[in-house]
């Protein structure tokens, strides 16, 4: 059977972990009680093996598909023949003083026939441990059904007769006439006795819940420019990916989507990046969200602080560093994208570049007054030193190649980064009684800035370049201004870009990472295509290039306003792990960017409506 | 040190090994029995209260069925761990074949199998010597009070 398209999944999530569902109402994708914990159900990796839960109407139907006003509660719409049927997901959030206990996990589906008759049909088929228990599912009467495995117990509790399928699962059909809802809750417990909300009424109340609770937080949300509902979805999915307890954001939440359709570029990215930071601080304080960003930045101190001085490219939701890499040969991977993997051994590569993405973060924070404790500012002081001694290494950089180390120029930029953040922290009295070796640390930045100048520079290609010394561009450089080391409307950066859009540039605006995955065939890279629209709002290039550029990006998304990391440069198709923290952080980004830009410049975004109110107004 | 003193010192000290056996055999996937959360959620709502209330009152609560240890071993006028093992063998049997299953009609937010979850009662039931909370359940419940038995009837002196 061939997968659904990575273009046509949707997410619900409640912090913990996420589930992917697809147009075709079925989840996917699905792991509990973490993100990184192993899959129930796994269909995107294998329809035979992974374990699926379908909700659909027999027969064909028109599907359409949105997620309620700013909620990450999902709603889709089968339009049969003989009627409309419409699913709503969702995994509910809770609140802080709970009248009722609830249950710790909870994933609950909720079916309303709005139209005629449709005949719902029913297939649920856990798979726990990636599909690779054998758990059957026992009916427990009025307790629901119930699957046991490892220590823990799913149950399944519905208003709609079910019965066990001769291989595995369960099976059901029913007729559903206008008006009539049917109710779906499955929780997951491995701590004390399950919790088992009744179905009925009572599901429809917690969606009303959660619905009220993600609106409430929307609602927080300062940006006010346009494109929001992008901007917000954006923000929602980056709230879903963010794990609550501990307030670290994973990359995206699963793992061996394929970068190449039926390749081996297919890694776990249900991790933090450690690179992430800087770019999602700044997305979350851009938008108002302080608390978030604040608890990321302590997270990534939490994280740090055992491996300090060196940093690990990432670590779990914890901060605890997850450096093994396994495949799943049981499984066949995206439309045959084998090896599924879990685990990624890119945890243990030096990348240079994380220091300055790190302190960057960290250094926002205490613009805004964060407080550091002598122990984190000693900590920070302790990254410098190593800077300085190892900025000249060369590393795997920030895609983390694992073709051998190179000398990054990102590499030394973000060094470059790190120091100037410090010495800046130093200046604003942050470091109070704690010693900085700042000679040392202004003549390493001065050392870093003159290679970067002299070997990062092509003077035949004039443009800075991705490797010292080298001749291939990457579209990395175009952060050189985003982080401060040169101006966007310099003759140097403009030249760059430029040769960055003759090697780099594929219709539409989208830009590829860099050379490499030109020729290997991978797609356009999400957040780079951003980094273009900022760099250009920052001065770079044209304003309303910028804007044109950005609207045509969000054509991109897919219908319910997600990205993957990459997209496919014909079709503009979602491509790799999905939906991507990355790329969502870019899109804020952008949008930042322009709003910070637009006083300055053409409001080319108001209509000639709007423009000929305000001429009213005047 | 006076047979009050000693009574509170071991019966609180196998309480604690008690706990820490029922709470290690959960975190080991032996079982989903905890038994301070059932305590504690009779009292609240809230899971992680519950499971601090429930800490206190199974403490409590072991304190004073130790009493009841104590009194065995006053009756057969020595105490010993077999003496102790023996009791521990009583007392999971009366756990699991008369608390457990009374359990829906004690807890004010348990569902009852005849009558299946509502919206106020929504944890689900032990069952029969508590197997719903997994087929090692009625293993981990004997073991761990054999061993809060021995260690009373070891430690305590008449």
């Known amino acids: 059977m061939r997968p659904t398209r990575i273009h046509d999944y949707a997410v619900i999530g409640d912090g913990h972990s996420v589930a992917l569902v697809s147009r075709a109402g079925a989840i996917d994708w699905l792991c509990w009680p973490r993100f990184d914990s192993p899959s129930l159900f796994a269909a995107i990796l294998d329809p035979d093996v992974g374990g699926t839960w379908r909700l659909l109407p027999v027969g064909p139907s028109r599907v359409t598909r949105r997620y309620l006003p700013d909620t990450n509660v999902l709603e889709t719409r089968f339009e049969a023949d003989g009627g409309v049927l419409v699913v709503t997901d969702l995994m509910p959030i809770h609140e802080e003083r709970p009248p009722r206990v609830w249950p710790s996990r909870e994933l609950v589906r909720c079916v309303s026939c709005e139209q005629g008759e449709v005949v719902l049909e029913v297939d649920y088929d856990p798979r726990p441990d990636y599909g690779r228990a054998k758990a059957p599912v026992r009916d427990g009467g009025r307790l629901g059904w119930r699957l046991e495995h490892g220590g823990w117990l799913y149950t399944l509790r519905a208003d709609v007769p079910l019965r066990p399928r001769p291989g595995g699962g369960l099976y059901g059909r029913l007729t559903m006439r206008a008006g009539q809802r049917a109710h779906f809750s499955l929780t997951a417990t491995d701590d004390g006795p399950a919790v088992l909300p009744p179905v009925g009424r009572f599901t429809w109340e917690h969606v009303e819940r959660s619905v009220r609770a993600w609106r409430g937080w929307v609602r927080g949300c300062r940006y006010s420019g346009p494109y929001r509902e992008a901007v917000v979805r954006s923000a929602l999915a980056l709230k879903l990916l963010t794990f609550g307890p501990s307030g670290g954001v994973v990359a995206a939440p699963t793992t061996s989507l394929p970068e190449v359709p039926g390749g081996k570029d297919n890694w776990d990215y249900r991790f933090c990046w450690v690179r992430d930071a800087a770019f999602t601080a700044r997305a979350f304080y851009g938008l108002g969200y302080e608390a978030e960003a604040e608890s990321f930045v302590s997270w990534l101190l939490r994280a740090t602080w055992l491996t300090q001085p060196r940093m690990h490219v990432f670590y779990d939701v914890y901060g605890r560093v997850r450096a093994g890499e396994r495949e799943l040969p049981h499984l066949r991977g995206y439309e045959g994208s084998r090896p599924v993997r879990v685990g990624n051994a890119a945890a243990v590569q030096l990348q240079l570049d994380a220091y300055g993405e790190a302190i960057d973060a960290v250094a926002q924070w205490a613009r805004r007054g964060g407080h550091l404790s002598r122990d984190e500012l000693r900590m920070l002081r302790c990254f410098g030193e190593y800077i300085t001694k190892v900025w000249d290494r060369p590393d795997e950089g920030i895609w983390e190649s694992r073709s051998g180390r190179l000398a990054h120029t990102f590499s030394r930029v973000s060094c470059w980064m790190a120091l100037e953040r410090l010495l800046e922290l130093h200046g604003r009295g942050v470091f109070r009684d704690v010693r900085m070796p700042v000679e040392r640390f202004r003549e390493a930045r001065q050392w870093l800035r003159e290679e970067i100048e002299t070997r990062g520079w092509n003077q035949r290609l004039h443009s800075y370049v991705r490797v010292l010394d080298g001749d291939a561009v990457d579209a990395d450089l175009l952060l050189l201004s985003w982080y401060g080391f040169e101006d966007a409307r310099s003759e140097r950066m403009r030249s760059t870009y430029r040769r960055i859009q003759e090697r780099l540039e594929v219709g539409d605006g989208l830009l590829f990472r860099n050379e490499d995955d030109v020729r290997e065939g991978e797609g356009a890279f999400g957040i780079c295509s951003f980094w273009r629209v900022g760099f250009l709002a920052k001065g770079g290039g044209d304003f309303a290039e910028a804007e044109a550029s950005f609207a045509r990006l969000l054509r991109c998304a897919n219908d319910v306003g997600l990205y993957a990391e990459e997209m496919d440069p014909r079709t503009g198709e979602a491509r790799g792990n999905f939906p991507q923290a990355f790329t969502h952080v870019g899109l804020i980004g952008a949008a930042l960017e322009l709003e910070e830009a637009r006083p300055r410049r053409e409001p080319v975004w108001r209509t000639e409506r709007e423009a000929w109110s305000e001429e009213a107004r005047a | ?158």
Request: net charge positive; charged share 10%; hydrophobic share 55%.
């Open chain 2, 1 to 158: 040190m006076s047979w009050l003193l000693r009574w509170a010192v071991w019966g609180f000290a196998s309480t604690l090994v008690l706990t820490g056996l029922l709470a290690g055999s959960q975190r080991l996937r032996l079982t989903r029995l905890n038994l301070p959360f059932l305590l504690g959620s009779m009292a609240t709502a809230d899971r992680d209260k519950a499971k601090l209330y429930g800490l206190g009152l199974h403490l409590l609560f072991g304190l004073l069925f130790s009493g009841v240890y104590v009194a065995v071993f006053a009756a057969w006028g020595r105490a010993t761990w077999w003496m102790g093992a023996l009791t521990g063998v009583l007392h999971a049997s009366f756990v699991l074949l008369v608390v457990l299953p009374a359990m829906p009609a004690l807890h004010p937010r348990m569902a009852s199998e005849s009558q299946g979850p509502t919206e106020v009662r929504q944890l689900e039931p032990p069952g029969f010597l508590g197997l719903h909370y997994g087929v090692r359940t009625p293993l981990v419940a004997l073991v761990s009070h054999v061993v809060f038995g021995v260690l009373l009837g070891g430690l305590f002196r008449l």
